[in-house]
């Protein structure tokens, strides 16, 4: 035998129930004992079905429904613009793309399925962002965090977990920690000079580094042993600025920053081979009380 239904009107319903606003019930509607006892149960108005004895929403008044709640940014203002964006990151094909924003830093995250399907979500939703007049107002800083299926490692984790933290001088630190052990700022040889293949662990450092603005920030160079003294020492010392003015070019109070460069003077590694002296050939960032 099929189910039988019943289909009413909300406001047909709570007259079924009990009169919940106080009236006296309608002419004809006779309360039993049962009814008489039962609680009072308030419906909004839309479509319900019955169905052994349970009341099923159809279909609500769309003027009931609460509005969806905009995206937060992590310092507690509301950014509409932001949740719009992902939406349309979503109809446009790229339904891993999301936004993280912060101080002036968006941090595009997600999980792409691809190395290739990174880069491009990327360059599309950084001009989704810089194409928007409020996204384009609050941010000065895109950077791209997103994950890779199949990677363990993450360039934006640091960033990302910093941006949801009280920003202490641990939490600082660790990030930078963290986007280093992922990859290290590498300069061609014998030049200070950044090319496009490090830009995105740059953007990183720099977006940790205008996060933790209330904390001084050295940027250190190490060279490896092959040269001078005195060249790795220059060398090392016009990487660490050409690092410093990227980042106050890209909104890092420069009061934060100093430059240091080493030279070959603190190995980690006291082997000759290719792997001692990429080891020692390396950035560091560390970070100390004001």
Not at 119 to 140: M, R
């Amino acid at each position: 035998m099929a189910l039988a239904t019943r289909m009413v009107t909300g406001a047909a319903a709570v007259l079924a129930l009990a009169a919940c606003s106080g009236q006296e019930n309608a002419p004809g509607v006779q309360k039993t004992a049962a009814a008489a006892e039962a609680d009072c149960i308030p419906i909004s108005d839309g479509t319900y079905q019955i169905r052994d004895g349970k009341i099923l929403v159809m279909r609500a008044d769309a003027s009931s429904r609460p509005e969806p709640a905009p995206i937060v940014d992590v310092s507690g203002e509301p950014v509409g613009w932001a949740a719009k964006l992902e939406r349309t990151f979503a109809a446009t094909g790229y339904p891993w793309l999301g936004l993280q924003v912060r101080d002036g830093v968006a941090a595009v995250v997600g999980t792409a399925p691809g190395l290739a399907a990174r880069d491009v979500s990327f360059l599309t939703a950084k001009a989704a962002i810089q194409n928007d007049p409020e996204g384009a107002e609050k941010v000065s800083l895109i950077v791209n965090a997103m994950a890779v299926e199949g990677r363990e490692d993450t360039l934006g984790a640091g960033l990302t977990r910093l941006m949801n933290s009280d920003l202490t001088l641990n939490d600082c630190q660790d990030a930078f920690n963290q986007t280093l052990r992922v990859d290290d700022i590498d300069f061609p040889v014998n030049m200070a000079v950044l090319n496009a293949a490090e830009l995105p662990v740059v953007d990183t450092a720099t977006g940790i580094a205008r996060l933790c603005s209330a904390y001084n920030i050295e940027i250190a160079e190490h060279t490896d042993s092959r040269g001078s003294d005195s060249y790795n020492l220059q060398l090392s010392r016009q990487r660490a600025n050409a690092i410093r003015d990227y980042m106050i070019e890209h909104g890092v109070d420069e009061a934060v920053l100093t430059a240091e460069g080493y030279g070959e003077s603190r190995p980690v590694d006291s082997g000759t081979s290719a792997a001692a002296r990429d080891r020692n050939e390396r950035t560091e960032f560390t970070v100390s009380a004001r």
